[in-house]
């Protein structure tokens, strides 16, 4: 059965911190992994990757796939109360091209 | 553009009654979805449509029902409201049916069954 798994399930750091979030996953037919960001409301687009080695970057969020091993890592770099969120990973199986699996979310609580 | 469009935002319901939750886009995408969210289970699947007038089942759809007369509107149908249907509800959407794209969301509907 196709699944993506996140680790840690939370995690608390002060501001100016780093921070790794992993994703794992078990898919036939990847096609691409998506990383949202969740605040208080609706799911917020970050990142789209589907070639491994390939780093997306976007202010201090960046985030890498390894397709050999079957992951992804979302590097958040010196910490914002701003970026306190769930973060979550999604995978889309090209063999079922109608959804995506989601994994279950890291929780991030920065505090100042 | 104000993107995916979810009303209402809270709703509390009794047993056995049905209500409609509603959600509209303005980006004239293909691909529409609802998703339920609860803590533990993160997103599950609903109900999803590839264009008007096509919608199919997603992962959890006993208990609901949606259409697609047109390409801004895809309503969800609680038939009769159980407990068990106490979640948070995620419409999101995407340009076309191709997965390969990320999906906008709305703002959610927080509802409770009682």
């Known amino acids: 059965e196709d699944k993506v798994v996140q680790s840690p399930l939370s995690l608390v750091v002060h501001e100016g911190d780093t921070v790794t979030l992993n994703c794992s996953y078990e898919?036939?037919?990847?096609?691409?992994l998506l990383w949202y960001k969740q605040e208080k409301k609706a799911p917020t687009f970050l990142f789209m990757l589907?070639?491994s080695g390939i780093e997306k970057k976007s202010g201090r969020l960046s985030s890498i796939l390894d397709k050999k091993e079957l992951f992804s890592i979302l590097n958040i770099t010196a910490t914002q109360t701003g970026d306190s969120a769930i973060y979550l990973c999604?995978?889309?199986?090209?063999?079922?091209?109608?959804?995506?699996?989601w994994g279950l979310g890291t929780s991030l609580a920065v505090n100042p | 553009n104000a993107g995916v469009t979810q009303t209402p935002k809270f709703q509390v319901l009794k047993t056995g009654q049905s209500m409609t939750l509603q959600c509209a886009q303005d980006m004239n995408h293909e691909y529409m979805s609802w998703y339920r969210q609860d803590p533990g289970m993160g997103l599950r699947l609903i109900h999803y449509s590839v264009g008007a007038g096509i919608t199919d089942q997603g992962e959890v759809p006993n208990g609901y029902n949606v259409s697609r007369s047109t390409t801004e509107d895809f309503p969800l149908r609680l038939l009769s409201a159980a407990p068990s249907q106490t979640s948070v509800y995620f419409c999101a959407s995407r340009a076309t049916r191709v997965s390969n794209q990320p999906q906008h969301f709305g703002d959610g509907t927080r509802l409770s069954i009682l």
């Open positions: 589907t070639s």
């Open positions: 898919v036939t037919n990847f096609r691409s």
């Open positions: 999604a995978v889309n199986n090209a063999g079922n091209n109608r959804k995506l699996i």
